[in-house]
């Protein structure tokens, strides 16, 4: 008999552990203990069901920890191997990205620019190599131009947007300096 009556499959040592087991994996009946609310007390009642629910949420939370510690592990274990794959995929295609004196203005322009190095295609396939390194550095020049330019033009603007607070920053800074020097 247990601290809530006698409910039949927690007479044994056995019978519990399967019926423990079972309510571990879903399969619970509360109405076990409804029996003891008429022939004995309540308290019994409520104090066996309390437990059954005692015992699911503790179960819940040793399974979500179990699962969460697998995860874990497998992820550690895994982030070394990823971290390892990506740095030999960026030092097998570095050499890719490296800028070429014939075809760079090809291969490194920006869209939509790079749309159009479709029309120039032609001219670099039938020129010799010494103009074909010139027309490739005007190419360049041509392309990366207006990039230069835009960036040129917001570094400009944020310097001019930043230069009074900055001023403001460096005259309170001076002051409070001032006010140190005049306490000693």
């Known amino acids: 008999m247990l601290i809530f009556g006698p409910v039949p499959e927690f007479i044994t040592l056995t019978s519990t552990f399967i019926m423990l087991f079972q309510v571990s994996f879903g399969n619970w009946d509360?109405?076990?203990?409804?029996?003891?609310g008429e022939e004995y007390n309540?308290?019994?009642m409520y104090l066996g069901k309390v437990y059954l629910i005692v015992y699911i949420l503790f179960n819940a939370v040793v399974f979500v920890n179990l699962m969460v510690a697998l995860l874990t592990n497998t992820h550690s274990s895994y982030a070394l191997i990823v971290k390892g794959l990506y740095s030999n995929n960026i030092n097998q295609i570095a050499n890719t990205y490296k800028h070429d004196s014939y075809y760079g203005g090809l291969?490194?322009?920006?869209?939509?620019f790079n749309f159009f190095m479709i029309f120039l295609l032609p001219f670099y396939l039938k020129k010799p190599n010494e103009v074909l390194r010139t027309t490739n550095l005007m190419v360049m020049k041509i392309v990366y131009f207006p990039l230069f330019f835009f960036q040129f033009f917001i570094?400009?603007?944020v310097n001019l947007v930043m230069m009074?607070?900055?001023?403001f920053k460096t005259l309170i800074h001076k002051c409070l300096i001032y006010k140190r020097k005049k306490k000693i």
Do not use: Q, W
Request: net charge neutral; glycine share 4%; charged share 10%.
């Open 30 to 36: 509360f109405t076990i203990f409804d029996k003891l």
């Open 42 to 44: 309540l308290t019994y």
């Open 107 to 112: 291969i490194s322009a920006t869209p939509p």
């Open 155 to 157: 570094f400009g603007l």
């Open 164 to 167: 009074p607070f900055a001023y």
